[in-house]
């Protein structure tokens, strides 16, 4: 199958499209999705194609919906529902977290819950304090939830087929800036990438730089500065928080002896820190330094872009945490 | 509507000696339930249905079993049963047994079997009401004719997502019924104390549904409402929010040991004089269709089969603990130890 050039939003635009194609119970809702073709406009031009019944269109109501759409996977539909940005699934955390993470599990396996949550997480660009959160690591917490981060057109292309075709509900996060870049992507519409397999889009020696979503991104334009030093730098990208591929983590600290751990959310309780507790943990006779973290600074994000750079790990913060290792 | 008010008028002495059983069998289970508890093989929150029966015994003969979808909040032992749940397997969960509904993992509050249109089973009040209008939201996707029955409480209904919910049900028209329980207490605090209106049937017209208040406590009205109102949103395919008036003989929960806390001994016996199984009885001897005599054959009978249940789900198994990991998800276990 020949590649195609296409931006992170048209990969994921491609994916629904083709998925609703092949399966008529699967169904977009959400804020603004259908006639205003999404804020992002990661749905555009999917209501002319496939009209309300399969673009429904949301009151303002976060808990509501998801709700609706939890009634309508146990039902047997398969409901993407989009947050316009993943700081108001916020309003949805009791639905999310105490309804439909649960429904397996309290039915003993006898309902499924294929639901996909996705939408923009992470800071976009000066939308300061209540619509930056990541979410990603509340919700990787959760037992019954599923958790993927891409950071690449092709995987985003690919996961998001995954998690449409899962059986579980998944939280599919999208880091807003990662909309614009662009990459190859598969011109097959049973292109899949599974779940709970870790990359390594940049071999190296020197130090494993672990990260997911746009920080995996940040961590390429480190290693290149990096390399320009001498330090030969390791990328692995993690793409999937639950299930957490650990083996592929482990695997590249063994061969560089020096892990950082690169996130975007708040430095301390973010996911981040659950992967640098366990490389603790299991590589501690492989480190020659203590596992290091760079995370977004704990603090509400600010407005001022001059404020909201300093909170965002860039590739500098990397390169210093780098030289300041052991 | 007329004619299904005329089809409950040919309604026959059978259809009432059997919600004599399904009642009688749903205050004797939930006794049973009561007794369990007390001997510590029922743990955590444990709610019964006791003084309501009549509520459940009239929607469900209501609807088409197995075909309907019904949804509840943790007060749902009777509906399970009524939908032809098998009461060892709802007794079991109770008990925290591998044979349970869900193999002990759920327990009282979180019965569940689809299989006979049964969807929990739900612990948080009001959370479960968009999930039911979900239930409904898919039969309206696929254009089948199936009816949700979306039971809540007098408490859930100030529940925010429950006004979103309405919202949506007006919206999109699902084929809904919302049935607020109003047993006149949110737990401990009466009805008075927690609605700003306690004419909570209003609360649907907001939203372009459909809305009434209706007596729960006599059995046959109930049936002949429910009837009718199931046939109007199968056939018009619209929501309703009906406001059922009833009135619980128990506590909230089992752990609720001081219900004078919130309500009077003298108010507690002026309800029983409603009591539903009662006022059916009455109706039955006043129209001969059973006496006094028969009546009585049937409770023992009841309570026989009941005693059985009980003694049949505490005779099973606790579930292994090997188990723990198994249905978080459909294919795959989470990460591994403490």
């Known amino acids: 199958m ?10 994921l635009q491609k994916s629904m499209i083709e998925e609703m194609d092949k399966n008529a119970d699967v169904f977009l809702m959400g804020e603004d999705i259908g006639r205003y073709e999404g804020t992002f406009k990661v749905t555009k031009g999917l209501f002319p194609k496939y009209g309300h019944r399969r673009v429904l269109d949301t009151p303002i109501t976060e808990a509501g919906f998801s709700g609706i759409a939890t009634g309508a996977a146990m039902a047997g539909l398969r409901p993407i529902v989009e947050f316009m940005t993943m700081s108001f699934s916020i309003l949805a955390l009791d639905q999310i977290i105490n309804h439909t993470a649960k429904v397996h599990y309290m039915t003993n396996g006898v309902v499924k819950c294929p639901i996909v949550f996705r939408g923009p997480g992470g800071a976009a660009k000066q939308l300061s304090a209540q619509h930056s959160h990541s979410m990603e690591g509340w919700f990787a917490h959760v037992p019954g939830l599923k958790v993927v981060c891409p950071a690449t057109p092709t995987d985003v292309y690919g996961m998001l087929k995954t998690a449409i075709a899962d059986d579980n509900p998944v939280i599919f996060y999208e880091n807003p800036g990662l909309y614009t870049v662009k990459g190859q992507v598969p011109d097959d519409p049973n292109f899949m990438i599974p779940f709970g397999k870790a990359q390594i889009l940049r071999p190296g020696k020197d130090v494993s730089l672990v990260g997911y979503s746009r920080m995996t991104q940040v961590n390429l334009a480190a290693a290149e500065l990096l390399a320009k030093d001498g330090i030969d730098a390791e990328v692995v990208d993690v793409r999937s928080l639950l299930p957490l591929d650990t083996e592929t983590i482990y695997a590249s600290i063994k061969k560089t002896h020096r892990a950082l751990v690169v996130y975007e959310d708040w430095r301390s ?11 603790g943990e299991e590589c501690f006779d492989d480190l020659d330094a203590p596992v290091a973290r760079v995370g977004g600074l704990n603090v509400p994000m600010p407005y001022a872009r001059v404020l ?4 965002i790990p860039d590739e500098n913060d990397v390169v210093a945490a780098i030289r300041k290792m052991r | 509507m007329a004619k299904q008010a005329e089809k409950l008028i040919v309604e026959s002495p059978a259809d009432f000696e059997q919600y004599y059983r399904d009642m009688l069998f749903i205050r004797h289970f939930e006794e049973k339930c009561n007794v369990a508890y007390r001997q510590g093989k029922a743990g955590g929150y444990m709610h019964v249905y006791i003084g309501m029966e009549a509520l459940a015994v009239g929607w469900m003969n209501a609807i088409r079993k197995g075909h309907d979808n019904v949804i509840t ?20 969960e109770v008990m925290g047994r591998k044979a349970g509904t869900a193999g002990g993992k759920g327990g009282s509050m979180h019965i569940y079997d689809p299989a006979n249109g049964f969807y929990g089973g739900w612990g948080i009040v009001g959370g479960h009401v968009p999930i039911g209008a979900g239930l409904a939201f898919a039969s309206k996707y696929r254009g089948d004719d199936k009816v949700t029955l979306n039971f809540l409480g007098d408490g859930a209904a100030n529940q925010g997502v429950v006004f979103e919910t309405l919202n949506m049900a007006g919206l999109y028209d699902l084929p809904c019924v919302f049935i607020v329980e109003n047993n ?34 006599d059995v046959i009205e109930m049936k002949k409402t429910a009837q009718q109102i199931v046939d109007y949103v199968r056939s018009e395919g619209k929501p309703f929010w009906v406001e059922v008036m009833s009135y619980r003989y128990s506590g909230h929960g089992a752990a609720d040991n001081d219900r004078q806390l919130y309500r009077t001994k003298e108010e507690e016996s002026e309800a029983m004089k409603r009591d539903p199984i009662k006022r059916l009885v009455e109706v039955l001897i006043e129209r001969n269709i059973a006496n006094e005599e028969k009546l009585e054959a049937i409770d023992a009978e009841i309570v026989e089969r009941v005693e059985k249940i009980y003694e049949e789900a505490d005779a099973s198994p606790f579930p292994d603990v090997s188990e723990v990991y198994d249905n978080i998800y459909c294919d795959m276990n989470p990460e591994v130890g403490h």
Not at chain 1, 269 to 279: C, D, Q
Not at chain 2, 77 to 85: M, P, S, Y
Not at chain 2, 190 to 212: N, Q, T, V
Request: one cysteine or more; aromatic letters at 8%; glycine letters at 10%.
């Open chain 2, 73 to 92: 909040a943790y007060r749902d032992h009777a509906h399970a049963l009524l939908l032809g749940t098998d009461p060892v397997a709802v007794m079991a």
């Open chain 1, 308 to 311: 909201e750079l300093e909170c």
């Open chain 2, 184 to 217: 006149e207490f949110a737990m401990g605090t009466r009805l008075e104390y927690h609605a700003a209106d306690p004419e909570l049937y209003k609360r649907g017209i907001p939203f372009g549904i459909k809305s009434e208040r209706v007596d729960g406590m």
């Open chain 1, 2 to 11: 020949p590649n195609l050039e296409m931006t992170f939003r048209e990969a």
């Open chain 1, 269 to 279: 309780g973010g996911f981040g820190a659950e992967i640098a507790a366990r490389i």
